[in-house]
């Protein structure tokens, strides 16, 4: 998409309307409606990718109003917000309706900017592989050719050599490990911190083994529910459940041969957890409503940011589970455990986002390669690439100067970042204070993981208040 992607915000309250606007607004071009009747003039007109509707409005529920709208625009990904949790009738609907996510108040607008984002994303898959199955059809006389093109790229692409890292960084040994059993057929469970390039490294270890022609597919686990998430993977018979139209291919199947990278799995609650352990004890899968289980030779690669072993502990997750998907456990360490990575990732993110946004920007100075290297990025390499991309939008020079790093940034660097950040600008009392305030509130979102409710008891401030200075100082968490 070369604009801004499409949000329409539908609810009755102007005040709950300006919150999602707010939060939104950074990435996505957000329009509002407050009944179903502007809401479809605005379908009418506009290209929406997405819509964020309010279960309870006058007239009509959430889920009724769009169910009407899978209808008549069938595209845009939907999603309801609720005070309440989902009763069966509710389900029912979600069903009915196609809905992507039921997200419950009060939402964090972090997961609810990220979610939005997962669900474009699930839109730009649909319309890939509405085209793919359409090009299938226009030239089958050339598929052999253009997979076996595709296959050879990515296995280029996707080569362990291509995982930026320095010699002596831990990462190094992570990698090793992961190229050595790549080549058997054993179940891996990849955890670290969000950004860290989970998924990257299960690509790695795909493409690099005798699987590697085969297809690698990817399912967020935490995006949908029990039923849902069922359906995704296993795949169901037309009438299994409210909704489900057709009869449905599941992504072990579309994956047999190849291999299933299930994201997130620490977030499945126990029910499915039972369903998936099934699956990878007997190797096969039995779509919803179907009789017959069906065989699927499948390689599991997982994935969490959570510590599952404490999640097995705490009856969370099942052992007998864990002990399945974690037959060979690989950790990547987070970016502020291997800082003598961030001058070769910069660099790496750079020559990509030059080359994408077609600026002749030729590097860094060493003065903003210091204060890149002395932050901790507490979102890791996602968060270092929105810096570097947003660097060079803002750029008027071929070389990127300390000036040009986020003010949070500068801020919540180690002091010699910030002695460098800050060389040769003469500075008020007002200014050292606040720059101290904006470091003390770093640090505290790093310490509590961005947990706002904990950051918030722990300065004694309220919520509102927090957010407030957190939007000051350029602190709102990275996508």
């Not at 839109?123 to 050339?142: F, I, N, T």
């Not at 909704?243 to 977030?267: H, K, P, V």
């Not at 509590?448 to 957010?467: F, K, M, Q, T, Y």
Request: charged residues 30%.
């Amino acid at each position: 998409m070369t604009s801004l992607p499409i949000i329409l915000v539908v609810d009755d309250e102007k005040q709950s309307q300006e919150a999602l606007r707010r939060v939104l607004a950074d990435e996505f071009r957000v329009l509002t409606a407050s009944t179903a009747t502007e809401a479809e003039a605005v379908l009418e007109s506009e290209n929406v990718h997405a819509i964020l509707c309010d279960q309870r409005m006058p007239g009509i529920q959430g889920v009724d109003f769009l169910r009407s709208v899978r209808e008549r625009w069938p595209d845009p990904v939907r999603m309801i917000i609720s005070g309440y949790t989902a009763s069966e009738d509710i389900i029912a609907g979600i069903n009915e309706a196609g809905i992507y996510q039921y997200i419950t108040k009060p939402w964090e607008p972090d997961e609810l900017v990220r979610t939005v984002k997962e669900a474009l994303t699930l839109l730009e898959l649909q319309q890939a592989s509405a085209q793919a199955s359409l090009d299938l059809k226009v030239a089958p006389a050339m598929l052999g050719t253009s997979v076996a093109r595709k296959t050879g790229a990515l296995k280029r692409a996707h080569h362990f050599d291509r995982i930026v890292h320095a010699a002596k960084s831990p990462l190094a040994d992570i990698i090793e490990m992961a190229s050595r059993v790549a080549a058997f057929d054993i179940s891996v469970l990849i955890t670290g911190e969000s950004g860290t390039g989970k998924e990257l490294l299960a690509r790695a270890i795909h493409y690099n083994s005798p699987r590697g022609d085969k297809p690698f597919v990817v399912e967020n686990c935490g995006a949908l529910p029990d039923q849902l998430l069922e359906s995704e993977l296993f795949g169901c018979k037309k009438g299994a459940f409210t909704g489900a139209y057709e009869d449905r291919i599941g992504l072990f199947e579309q994956a047999n041969g190849g291999t299933i990278f299930l994201d997130e799995i620490g977030e499945t609650s126990p029910a499915f957890q039972v369903k998936l352990l099934r699956v990878l004890q007997e190797g096969e899968i039995r779509p919803l409503g179907a009789r017959l289980t069906r065989k699927v030779d499948v390689r599991v690669i997982a994935a969490t940011n959570r510590t599952l072993e404490d999640e097995v502990r705490d009856k969370h997750f099942r052992r007998d589970l864990y002990y399945r998907l974690a037959a060979f456990p690989l950790h990547i360490p987070p970016l502020r455990e291997r800082p003598m990575d961030i001058h070769l990732l910069a660099e790496r993110l750079l020559a990509d986002t030059r080359k994408g946004f077609g600026k002749p920007i030729r590097g860094f100075s060493e003065q903003a390669l210091a204060v890149l290297k002395s932050y901790d990025w507490p979102g890791n390499v996602r968060e270092l690439q929105n810096e570097i991309q947003r660097m060079v939008a803002l750029a008027d020079a071929d070389i990127l100067e300390a000036e040009s790093i986020s003010p949070r940034i500068r801020a919540r660097a180690c002091p010699g970042g910030r002695a460098i950040a800050d060389a040769g600008q003469r500075r008020t009392l007002k200014d050292q204070v606040e720059s101290l305030e904006a470091q003390l509130l770093g640090e505290a979102l790093a310490r509590h993981r961005w947990n706002i409710s904990r950051v918030a008891d722990e300065l004694g401030l309220s919520r509102v208040g927090l957010r407030a200075k957190l939007h000051r100082y350029g602190l709102e968490r990275a996508g």
